[in-house]
C-alpha cells in the first residue's frame, strides 16, 4: 500500500526548504493538511495538485 499523507519533516526534504519554512507553508491558506489533534499531516495527491495550481499562478 503506498503513503497516502506525509509529515511537514518529508515535505520539507521534499521541497528542499527548512523545517520551519514548511511550517510556515502549512498554515498558509489554501495548502492541503489534515489535522490529527497536534499532528499536521499533508494529503499527497493534494499536495501534488496544489503544487500545479500554485506554479500555474505565478
Same mark, same amino acid.
Given at each position: #500500500?503506498?503513503? =497516502? =499523507? #506525509?509529515? *511537514?519533516?518529508? $515535505?520539507?526534504?521534499? #521541497? +528542499?526548504?527548512? $523545517?520551519? %519554512?514548511? @511550517?510556515? /507553508?502549512v498554515k498558509e491558506p489554501g495548502f492541503? =493538511? &489534515? !489535522? &490529527? +489533534?497536534? !499532528? &499536521? $499531516?499533508?494529503?499527497?495527491?493534494? @499536495? %501534488?495538485?496544489?503544487? *500545479? !495550481?500554485?506554479? /500555474?499562478? %505565478?
Amino acid at each position: #500500500m503506498e503513503k =497516502t =499523507t #506525509m509529515s *511537514v519533516q518529508e $515535505l520539507s526534504a521534499q #521541497m +528542499g526548504i527548512s $523545517l520551519p %519554512k514548511a @511550517y510556515e /507553508l502549512v498554515k498558509e491558506p489554501g495548502f492541503p =493538511t &489534515i !489535522r &490529527i +489533534g497536534a !499532528r &499536521i $499531516l499533508i494529503p499527497i495527491e493534494a @499536495y %501534488k495538485e496544489w503544487l *500545479v !495550481r500554485s506554479s /500555474l499562478n %505565478k
